[in-house]
């Protein structure tokens, strides 16, 4: 299967056989269309437009959180709602399937997820009340493990 490898092949010690070397760094490379074309073709979607340091074209949701937890510890979820005209929606979290309480804070929402139990959840978050749009639905998982 072939890579893509942005580590200079002189400072590379394995073989070079399946890989195609780019001269770009880290974040050029969202903007390469020889990179961008392999990524596709392991299904994975185009980066939205605000990572590709393009104008947004429609809203979306932001979330600042940790794809993993400590399990039984209380954690903050931050949300953010990027649009093209300044919009006040409505913001409501789940986790499996349970409301979690949302406020307001300056430019973003905090949610206050209680503690999990260890295991893989579901995490929902809805922005509702965007004008022309209805509402944005994020559907992702955290996972929670053990801790000290």
């Not at 073989?15 to 001269?23: E, Y």
């Not at 929902?124 to 944005?136: D, F, I, K, N």
């Amino acid at each position: 299967m072939p890579k893509i490898s942005a580590i200079p092949s002189w400072l590379e010690t394995r073989g070079h056989g399946s890989r195609r070397r780019i001269a770009d760094k880290h974040g050029e490379l969202v903007n390469n269309l020889t990179a961008l074309d392999q990524v596709m073709s392991y299904g994975l979607g185009e980066l939205p437009t605000s990572a590709r340091g393009q104008e947004a074209s429609g809203a979306y949701l932001l979330l600042d959180n940790d794809d993993v937890v400590i399990a039984d510890r209380r954690w903050e979820l931050g949300i953010r709602v990027e649009a093209p005209v300044a919009v006040e929606p409505t913001v409501v979290v789940y986790v499996d399937a349970q409301p979690v309480p949302v406020i307001r804070r300056e430019d973003r929402w905090l949610a206050q997820v209680p503690g999990l139990s260890q295991g893989l959840h579901q995490l929902r978050v809805v922005a509702a009340g965007l004008p022309g749009l209805g509402e944005l639905v994020l559907n992702t998982q955290i996972g929670a493990v053990a801790g000290n």
